[in-house]
């Protein structure tokens, strides 16, 4: 089965960003980018999809939870040829 990032299930958020999952045990981090506001997901762990309010509210000098996550992976995207989740890039976290 395909997985594709319409199949992206919101369940908290926060500004231009959400946390939420991919079926029943892929949780993930997603961020509007460029001009179009473009979806991109990148995976989490349970303890940090339960910790996003305080991880989210990170002053912008001290990202380091943040900054970590979006240096992940891009698991799947809003862009042309990304569209679909792809599982070589998921991690055991």
Request: glycine fraction near 6%; hydrophobic fraction near 30%.
């Amino acid at each position: 089965m395909t997985v594709k990032y319409t199949d992206y299930i919101c369940l908290k958020t926060g500004r231009y960003q959400s946390v939420g999952k991919f079926g029943d045990n892929i949780y993930a981090y997603e961020v509007l980018t460029g001009v179009t506001d473009s979806p991109e997901y990148h995976q989490i762990s349970k303890a940090e999809f339960d910790s996003f309010e305080t991880w989210s509210q990170e002053y912008i000098s001290d990202l380091k939870k943040m900054y970590e996550i979006i240096n992940r992976p891009v698991i799947c995207s809003g862009y042309l040829g990304r569209e679909e989740l792809d599982p070589s890039l998921l991690r055991n976290i």
